[in-house]
């Protein structure tokens, strides 16, 4: 039985995405920082869930900088999420899996945006998205692999998104006629709920 951490269980999909690996027989782990039940088992698979958006987030850049606005989504997203990756990459390394996975948005991608507003987010993931490439390339010697999911809330049922997500996290993404130099697993790679991969 593998070990699972998840960051959190709060939203639908979150609940739905738990309910997933409970079915599937894995062992599960919860952060919760208001208890003292501390966690020391090796953590196979981490799954960080934060991807953080405030109903305030409607300026645009004509409508000038809301630096608190964009202070508070960035602490959620980035502080917080490097915080909850320091506390538990200590489990990581003893665990046999070294897969990280992350939550973010296809919306937030620079190459692909076309919103006018949403610049929040928009800003925190971008620096989330260079830190997951920064992680890569320092653990990915170490056998550590990341996957950047999109469950599309509101889109995609929550249900449905949470087996893409449990597919996804799960699976390799494999090698080019077994070279090794040519392992898609190097490379940090934004899938969305309907399987398509984007370019960030």
Not at 89 to 110: M, N, R, T, V
Not at 169 to 177: I, L, V
Not at 182 to 189: C, F, G, P, Q
């Amino acid at each position: 039985m593998k070990n699972i951490l998840i960051t959190r269980r709060e939203s639908e999909f979150e609940k739905c995405l738990y309910d997933v690996f409970v079915r599937e027989g894995y062992n599960i782990f919860v952060d919760n920082p208001e208890n003292d039940i501390k966690i020391v088992e090796p953590i196979d698979l981490y799954i960080d869930v934060s991807d953080e958006r405030d109903a305030a987030d409607v300026f645009t850049i004509r409508d000038g900088i809301d630096e608190d606005l964009i202070g508070r989504v960035y602490k959620r997203n980035v502080l917080d999420s490097m915080r909850l990756l320091e506390k538990y990459l200590p489990l990581s390394d003893k665990g046999e899996g070294k897969c990280l996975c992350f939550l973010s948005g296809a919306e937030a991608s620079i190459n692909e945006t076309r919103d006018k507003s949403g610049y929040a987010y928009k800003l925190s993931k971008a620096a989330m998205h260079n830190f997951y490439q920064m992680v890569l390339n320092r653990l990915s010697p170490d056998g550590y692999s990341i996957r950047i999911y999109d469950p599309m809330c509101g889109e995609v049922d929550a249900k449905a998104a949470a087996e893409g997500a449990f597919n996804y996290f799960t699976r390799r993404r494999g090698s080019e006629n077994d070279d090794t130099s040519r392992d898609d697993e190097t490379r940090s790679v934004l899938r969305d709920a309907l399987g398509r991969e984007h370019s960030w």
